[in-house]
């Protein structure tokens, strides 16, 4: 695969159109794969310009809050199942 199809597919994974049509597992596999990029971003912000990396942050946060919100609808986890997941 081309690393720009990569990209896309990895674009597509975490929009919430599309996220949506994923069953549970690969839901929650995606959700996983994001928090881990979250953390290796964080490891890696001392290296670059903190400007970007607060925006960046800030996007792939926003974004694992809300596809969890999904992930949470489709299982039918409560609200209290919400906070206790561990991704």
Request: proline share 2%.
């Amino acid at each position: 695969m081309q690393k720009e199809e990569l990209v896309n597919q990895a674009r597509r994974s975490i929009s919430v159109e599309y996220f949506e049509t994923f069953d549970p597992d690969t839901q929650l596999d995606i959700l996983k794969r994001l928090e881990n990029t979250i953390l290796i971003v964080k490891a890696a912000e001392s290296d670059f310009a903190p400007a970007q990396f607060e925006e960046l942050l800030s996007f792939l946060e926003n974004r694992l809050n809300e596809l969890q919100i999904i992930y949470n609808i489709k299982t039918n986890k409560t609200l209290d199942d919400f906070w206790d997941l561990d991704v």
